[in-house]
């Protein structure tokens, strides 16, 4: 069965710093990867995802994620962190024919 | 265009009591989705639908019953809530591109609170 690890639930990092979150899935074939961001009292937004093709993506607001195969891995980065990125974020996998298994969660405070 | 909309935004139910959950997209999505989130816990699917006068279990069913008789609108049921069932449920809904492959869009949660 499909599986996401975020090993992180909370990040605190100081306003114009890089940024990294972690996650780590399970899957038997080539996944669909997403990162959602979710503001305080808000649905979640889409802010990349990876199908096929060029490892590293780009998304919304800034964000960038890379899919190693090696590590199973597909972290989210941005190099300068502004106080308004301050929310949860959460990595997705799936396929064509199964729903999106969502992780946990990383929360993100931002300092000034 | 107002997206995906969720009715009630809050509500306190106790325990016994029945409710219904309405999601309204307005995007002519194929896929609907509820799924409850819990702290802690991430986003957990509850049910799901592919089309119209079809739904399907997905990680959580236990409890909630769903119905799909308009494409625009996907229903979500208690019928006997349990403190348990307190929760923030969400509503998504995506373009037909497989189960996973679309961009799924979000309604703003409906905050439900057994005691």
């Known amino acids: 069965a499909q599986s996401v690890t975020q090993p992180d639930i909370h990040i605190t990092v100081s306003e114009g710093a890089s940024l990294e979150l972690r996650c780590n899935y399970s899957?038997?074939?080539?996944?669909?990867l997403f990162w959602y961001v979710q503001s305080p009292g808000q649905g979640l937004q889409l802010l990349l995802k990876?199908?096929?093709?060029?490892?590293l993506v780009q998304g919304i607001k800034g964000f960038e994620a890379e899919f190693k195969r090696s590590q199973s891995s597909f972290n989210l980065r941005k190099p300068s962190v502004h106080w308004s990125d301050a929310a949860e974020y959460f990595c997705?996998?799936?396929?064509?024919?199964?729903?999106?298994?969502f992780g946990k969660g990383t929360r993100l405070s931002v300092i000034a | 265009n107002a997206g995906v909309t969720q009715t009630p935004k809050f509500r306190v139910l106790k325990t016994g009591q029945s409710m219904t959950l309405l999601c309204a997209q307005d995007?002519?999505?194929?896929?609907m989705y509820w799924y409850r989130q819990d702290p802690g816990m991430g986003l957990r699917l509850i049910h799901y639908s592919v089309g119209e006068g079809t739904t399907a279990k997905g990680e959580v069913p236990d409890g909630y019953n769903v119905s799909r008789l308009k494409k625009q609108n996907f229903l979500l049921g208690l019928e006997s809530a349990a403190p348990s069932q307190t929760s923030v449920y969400f509503c998504?809904?995506?373009?037909?591109?497989?189960?996973?492959?679309?961009?799924?869009?979000f309604g703003p949660g409906t905050r439900l609170t057994v005691l």
């Open positions: 998504a809904s995506s373009y037909l591109n497989g189960l996973a492959g679309g961009k799924q869009f």
């Open positions: 995007m002519n999505h194929e896929y």
């Open positions: 899957y038997g074939a080539t996944p669909y």
């Open positions: 997705a996998v799936g396929s064509g024919n199964t729903p999106l298994v």
């Open positions: 990876y199908f096929s093709g060029d490892t």
